[in-house]
């Protein structure tokens, strides 16, 4: 049994990984969220840009992909954790650097896909927090 080994059965660490997939989940369901509002301000009649489709539907189809990421990592996959924690860095900029950009969706959508960013960044600080360090230390 290796140290990482060892560090991947303690309670902190599954505990960790067991609010990261929570998170992520919720990055989901409120991924979810906006692409359903998306869908019925566009059967009502309402502004629904393509942008607004497609940037809904990555982000949704982005959720279960990082979610199995996280299981892996918390089966001992290194590789898989370094994804988790550089898309859970990167992501929660991108949605919210997008967001801000004047003219290219309304208020509304910004706000609900900003509701997703905190999720991702809760992720971002477990995956450097001491128990996933821990299990997980540098490679040289």
Same mark, same amino acid.
């Given at each position: 049994m290796t140290t990482t080994t060892a560090q991947l059965g303690d309670a902190r660490t599954q505990e960790a990984f067991a609010t990261v997939k929570k998170c992520v989940t919720l990055f989901g369901a409120v991924s979810a969220i906006v692409l359903g509002v998306v869908a019925v301000m566009a059967f009502? #009649?309402?502004?629904? *840009? *393509? /942008?607004m489709w497609i940037r809904g539907a990555v982000l949704l189809a982005v959720a279960p992909l990082v979610y199995r990421m996280t299981v892996r990592a918390s089966e001992g996959s290194y590789k898989a954790f370094d994804r988790v924690r550089t898309l859970s860095t990167v992501m929660p900029i991108a949605i919210i650097g997008v967001d801000l950009i =004047? #003219?290219?969706?309304p208020a509304w959508y910004a706000v609900l896909q900003g509701l997703s960013a905190p999720a991702l960044i809760g992720v971002a600080f477990i995956t450097r927090g001491s128990a996933l360090s821990?299990? /997980? =230390?540098?490679?040289?």
């Open positions: 009502t #009649g309402h502004e629904a *840009s *393509s /942008f =004047p #003219g290219l969706c821990a299990a /997980f =230390p540098k490679k040289k």
